[in-house]
């Protein structure tokens, strides 16, 4: 079956220190989307990417950045992590051909900065 | 720009209450609406959609949500919940310049209490 996997599915890191995290879908969707979710604020849009080499900035999108070298990977960088970035991360991906738009979520990335 | 209000941040209700989940959005154009629930400790999926015919649209679980459009609502109902409805529940708006991008509400916590 087709899916959306992230890894890893937990981080701790140190502020200051690079911090990629991976997402990878076997759907062939064109759209990829980074979200994190905080409490009280629901899911926010960080960076998004409408096929390969595309990459678009979303609303939350400083000390964050996103590169589209294929259709099934979108891997999100955090350039130098700071505290304010712990969060759970979560990738989503859609099918802008069926015209529904409806996201397929993976399971998130919980990432704890110190 | 799109927004996307939910009116309760927490809610608590016995078994076979019935709920309501209120959701309404800011957008003119044509909207393609949905809701998503999000278990403990898992991703979020969908539960329902809206893209265009009747306004009354039923998703999974026995859970339905009515489109106003002059009240630019979409809100989520079901007759009686039960305790495995314990989920937090987000509702997401898509227009139709936004590209692909979805906005998410600030979502609202269910506990339904055994």
């Known amino acids: 079956d087709a899916e959306i996997t992230q890894s890893p599915r937990h981080k701790i890191t140190e502020t200051g220190r690079q911090v990629t995290l991976a997402c990878h879908q076997t759907?062939?969707?064109?759209?990829m989307f980074w979200y994190r979710q905080d409490l009280g604020h629901g899911l926010r849009l960080i960076h998004y990417?409408?096929?390969?080499?595309?990459?678009n900035k979303g609303e939350v999108s400083d000390g964050y950045s996103v590169s589209r070298s294929n259709t099934e990977d979108l891997p999100l960088t955090l350039e130098s992590a700071a505290s304010s970035q712990t969060s759970v991360y979560f990738c989503?991906?859609?099918?802008?051909?069926?015209?529904?738009?409806?996201?397929?979520f993976g399971p998130g990335t919980r990432l704890t900065v110190l | 720009a799109q927004s996307v209000s939910q009116h309760n941040h927490h809610v608590i209700l016995s078994e076979a209450a019935s709920l309501e989940l209120g959701c309404n959005y800011s957008?003119?154009?044509?909207?393609?609406l949905f809701w998503y629930v999000q278990y403990p400790g898992q991703h979020l999926q969908l539960l329902l959609k809206?893209?265009?015919?009747?306004?009354l649209v039923k998703g999974i679980k026995g859970f339905e949500a009515e489109f106003i459009k002059s009240k630019f609502s979409f809100n989520l109902r079901k007759p009686s919940v039960q305790w495995s409805d314990t989920a937090e529940y987000f509702c997401?708006?898509?227009?139709?310049?936004?590209?692909?991008?979805?906005?998410f509400g600030a979502g609202t916590r269910l506990f339904v209490k055994a």
């Open positions: 990417s409408y096929g390969v080499q595309d990459t």
């Open positions: 997401a708006v898509r227009g139709g310049t936004g590209g692909f991008k979805t906005i």
């Open positions: 759907w062939n969707h064109n759209n």
């Open positions: 957008y003119g154009g044509t909207v393609n």
């Open positions: 989503a991906s859609s099918d802008p051909g069926t015209g529904h738009n409806e996201q397929f």
């Open positions: 809206y893209f265009s015919g009747d306004p």
